[in-house]
């Protein structure tokens, strides 16, 4: 398995340089973390189907297989 990276801080980071670049850091942060938020849960939803073999009925129930 794959260490995870922090994707949330990365676009974090992004957010806060596009709000010093249009003079509303507080814009900025808060599109940096919804823009790191859904990178980090399209990866975990990316590594989840890569790692496990599950079908979707059993990953619905919550079986482990």
């Known amino acids: 398995m794959k260490e ?3 994707i949330l801080g990365a676009g ?3 957010g806060v340089a ?3 670049a249009i003079d509303n850091v507080g ?3 808060a599109l940096g973390l919804a823009i790191g938020a859904s990178m980090s849960s399209s ?3 990316k590594n ?3 790692d496990s073999p ?4 059993q990953d619905q129930e919550g ?3």
């Open 4 to 6: 995870p990276t922090n």
């Open 12 to 14: 974090i980071a992004i």
């Open 18 to 20: 596009f709000g010093v």
């Open 27 to 29: 814009l900025g942060i």
């Open 43 to 45: 990866q975990k939803k």
């Open 48 to 50: 989840k189907t890569n």
């Open 54 to 57: 599950q079908t979707r009925r």
């Open 63 to 65: 079986i482990e297989s």
